[in-house]
């Protein structure tokens, strides 16, 4: 008999998936996707990679979410524009996208700031990020170009977006989610009418305005945007010639066009995918260390709000060959085992125990050490005797036998990166292991 909760956490049950919207629209798109971000509310965990480019989910890296949307709508043309520490971005996309077929134009090329306009100039903004390759998106002859960020963890499908903005006649369309109307101010705010059109845009507002209907909920923007090539070329070079423009499409591109041109919203809840009867549409900005750990311990739950098991939306990426986990021993007070967690190929959980805690590729765990909701990413080895709690362990770490982090905050802050939530980034150059450093 299974207990209420079990069949959506059964990897081979999820929930149904609505058909998706591969059509001549979604042929026709070009994509580009901004990834050149260092995501400095990261902290350490950036210093040596872009945020696209940080690992999540036990195997998968923030960028392969985005990539995966577009592969899954049929979005298959794409260029990923990359600036901020990009070799551990390039060489991931290189091994794990480097599957689609040239022959029928598809691809997914990759565009580093290359000084493409101005030799003097690298990216200024996200829009100056497009401009600088319109030369690329003007070889494939789109009749669309999405723009999307690498920076966010969702699943959507962008051919109902597409559909919707063909069918309402629109010069850009911009995706849109619900949020508190407390955290609306890290957010373009929107204001539409009943026809969802967009008559008001404002980036990072300090009083935003709720939405229609709502008291304490606003319309942000995702950062997702659909428009008409001949349109997006317009607006851009016209940009480009704004001595004032700080070449963003958020702060420039948005408010210029809203009052001027046929802009609407796309509501992410009538294309995210697998979202269950009656929940609330999955999208996560990881863009600070609380939540970073937060998103990936909702993952150790039952029935987690983001299904990585849904066969007909699958997340693509690339991955070692590696043998599977092992947990070894089984004596009292020396006894491998994993809880409520997340455990990868390569792992070696060691006569230790590991409760509500996801841990990605090579991790060794050794005898008589306890973790406890705690990320901990590849390549960490852990010695005898450790006690980790609430943790976030960037790649490469060596944790000394007998260390404990997680249990006194105070010695913790005299080495280590300590939130206001209370969860602990350790790096290895927080513990003088710099020669050891992969992104």
Request: proline share 6%; hydrophobic share 40%.
């Amino acid at each position: 008999m299974r207990e209420r909760g079990d069949e959506a956490a059964d990897p081979d049950e999820g929930e149904a998936t609505a058909p998706r919207f591969v059509s001549a629209l979604t042929r026709a798109t070009f994509a580009v996707l901004l990834a050149g971000g260092r995501g400095s509310r990261l902290h350490q965990l950036t210093d040596w990679r872009a945020k696209p480019a940080v690992p999540f989910g036990g195997k998968f890296r923030i960028v392969d979410f985005t990539l995966s949307n577009c592969v899954n709508s049929g979005v298959k043309r794409v260029a990923v524009a990359t600036q901020y520490k990009a070799h551990s971005l390039i060489r991931h996309l290189q091994r794990g996208w480097s599957f689609l077929e040239g022959r029928f134009d598809e691809f997914i090329d990759i565009v580093p700031a290359a000084q493409q306009v101005s030799e003097t100039s690298w990216y200024q903004g996200t829009a100056d990020a497009v401009y600088q390759n319109l030369n690329i998106i003007r070889r494939s002859a789109p009749e669309f170009v999405l723009v999307v960020s690498g920076d966010h963890i969702y699943k959507m499908d962008y051919g109902r977006m597409l559909a919707e903005h063909a069918s309402r006649k629109a010069d850009l369309t911009v995706a849109c989610v619900e949020v508190p109307l407390a955290e609306a101010s890290q957010f373009g705010v929107m204001g539409i009418d009943a026809d969802g059109r967009v008559h008001r845009f404002a980036e990072k507002p300090a009083a935003p305005d709720p939405m229609p209907g709502s008291t304490d909920t606003a319309l942000a923007s995702m950062g997702v945007y659909v428009f008409n090539t001949a349109f997006l070329f317009e607006q851009l070079l016209r940009d480009a010639q704004e001595p004032r423009s700080s070449r963003d499409f958020g702060k420039d591109i948005l408010p210029y066009s809203v009052p001027r041109y046929r802009v609407f919203a796309h509501r992410f809840a009538d294309s995210c995918v697998g979202t269950p009867p009656g929940g609330k549409p999955y999208w996560r900005d990881v863009g600070t260390v609380d939540a970073y750990w937060e998103a990936n311990m909702e993952l150790t739950k039952v029935t987690p709000e983001l299904n990585l098991y849904d066969r007909e939306w699958p997340i693509w990426t690339w991955q070692e060959q590696l043998p599977p986990a092992k947990f070894v021993f089984d004596d009292d007070g020396r006894r491998g085992m994993a809880v409520d967690s997340l455990v990868s190929g390569g792992d070696v959980i060691s006569g230790s125990t590991v409760r509500r805690s996801l841990l990605f590729s090579n991790v060794r765990v050794n005898s008589f050490s306890t973790i406890e909701d705690s990320v901990i990413l590849p390549d960490v080895h852990v010695g005898r005797h450790v006690v980790l709690r609430r943790c976030v362990i960037d790649k490469g770490v060596s944790i000394p036998e007998g260390m404990r982090i997680g249990v006194d905050p105070e010695a913790d802050r005299q080495r280590f990166h300590v939130t206001a939530r209370g969860v602990t980034l350790v790096t290895p150059d927080m513990l003088g292991q710099s020669l050891h450093r992969i992104a």
